[in-house]
T-cell receptor, first 116, second 110 residues
Framework: DSGVTQTPKHLITATGQRVTLRCSPR?????VYWYQQSLDQGLQFLIQ???????AKGNILERFSAQQFPDLHSELNLSSLELGDSALYFC???????????????FGSGTQLSVL | QKEVEQDPGPLSVPEGAIVSLNCTYS??????FMWYRQYSRKGPELLMY????GNKEDGRFTAQVDKSSKYISLFIRDSQPSDSATYLC??????????FGAGTTVTVRA
């Protein structure tokens, strides 16, 4: 168990809808990272928050947004969903803002999103 | 062309064999190189970390980085059925955003 909690584990919705994915980082970690994993694109970095502030942005669509709350949990909001948004969405956490490079990232078990 | 290329396999080997995995990359700014292991329905887990060129060994695992060729490798000696997983290479430059390979699925047959 990595200590990173993601809910829900599975989400099935229709095109055009909006969903919210939730992530609780490991106790004491200040950074949260969101990744999207699909069969054709692999694992793609979406966005990072550090202590409530957006720190880095990757290949995140304008229809997607995220935030990190004062208790450090994070939410990823996906709107106007399309079939191509079906993927596994991972959250990872680290203590520092340079996790992945200077520090190990701990990944949750992911949320499987299916858009029908 | 993707920034990080990794053969998705699948790769099937008998127990006890050496597993050889590799990735190539195009971004010469990459300095930090990692291998993650991902079991089915789980998140990736860091296996090996290497800074710049050279070799690093940890038990049955050896990671190699050749920056001149933009090529990294992971070797698993004496492979076990518990090593069956998807292995993803990952790398970053100073901006610490990780770029992942597509992952290679490995099955070790008992």
């Amino acid at each position: 168990d990595s200590g990173v909690t993601q809910t829900p584990k599975h989400l099935i919705t229709a095109t055009g809808q909006r969903v919210t994915l939730r992530c609780s980082p490991r106790s004491g970690d200040l950074s949260v990272y969101w990744y999207q994993q699909s069969l054709d694109q692999g694992l793609q970095f979406l966005i990072q928050y550090y202590n409530g502030e957006e720190r880095a942005k990757g290949n995140i669509l304008e229809r997607f947004s995220a935030q990190q709350f004062p208790d450090l949990h994070s939410e990823l909001n996906l709107s106007s969903l399309e079939l191509g948004d079906s993927a596994l969405y991972f959250c990872a956490s680290s203590y520092s803002s340079t996790g992945g490079r200077d520090e190990k990232l701990f990944f949750g078990s992911g949320t499987q999103l299916s858009v029908l | 062309q993707k920034e990080v290329e990794q053969d998705p396999g699948p790769l099937s080997v008998p127990e006890g064999a050496i597993v050889s995995l590799n990735c190539t990359y195009s971004n010469s700014a990459f300095q930090y190189f990692m291998w993650y292991r991902q079991y089915s329905r789980k998140g990736p887990e860091l296996l090996m970390y290497t800074y710049s060129s050279g070799n690093k060994e940890d038990g049955r695992f050896t990671a190699q980085v050749d920056k001149s060729s933009k090529y990294i490798s992971l070797f698993i000696r004496d492979s076990q059925p518990s090593d069956s997983a998807t292995y993803l290479c990952a790398m970053s430059a100073n901006d610490y955003k990780l770029s992942f390979g597509a992952g290679t699925t490995v099955t070790v047959r008992a």
